[in-house]
Nanobody, 120 residues
Framework: QVDLVESGGGLARPGGSLKLSCAPSGSASAGNVDSFVTMGWYRQFPGQEREFVAVTTRYGDTNYADFAKDRFTISREGGKNTVYLQMNGLKLEDTAIYYC?????????WGQGTQVTVSP
């Protein structure tokens, strides 16, 4: 499995924006985002299971959870070996730990998570 590393979490005001990034860790041999069939994001609230946020495929298709439509945008930049989650119009209820994942024919890799806190 390839380790994935998230970044970009932090504190935002309601209505504000954050952009999360996810990339394979280590050297170039660690993996390339284009080698993943799908890459996406889940989030987790305290005491709850992870919930789906968004996914993008190697072919550019995307899908979003209902709460993410019109506010969040997932994108993949092969040249920078990175997947992004642009979050606009943040709400208090978006506060959670956001996890990046990637799937290949061999299985699924997860990142360690990045905290997003939305607070006035």
């Amino acid at each position: 499995q390839v380790d994935l590393v998230e970044s970009g979490g932090g504190l935002a005001r309601p209505g504000g924006s954050l952009k999360l990034s996810c990339a394979p860790s280590g050297s170039a041999s660690a993996g390339n985002v284009d080698s993943f069939v799908t890459m996406g994001w889940y989030r987790q609230f305290p005491g709850q299971e992870r919930e789906f946020v968004a996914v993008t495929t190697r072919y550019g298709d995307t899908n979003y959870a209902d709460f993410a439509k019109d506010r969040f945008t997932i994108s993949r930049e092969g040249g920078k070996n990175t997947v992004y989650l642009q979050m606009n119009g943040l709400k208090l209820e978006d506060t959670a730990i956001y996890y990046c994942y990637g799937t290949t024919l061999s299985g699924t890799s997860w990142g360690q998570g990045t905290q997003v806190t939305v607070s006035p």
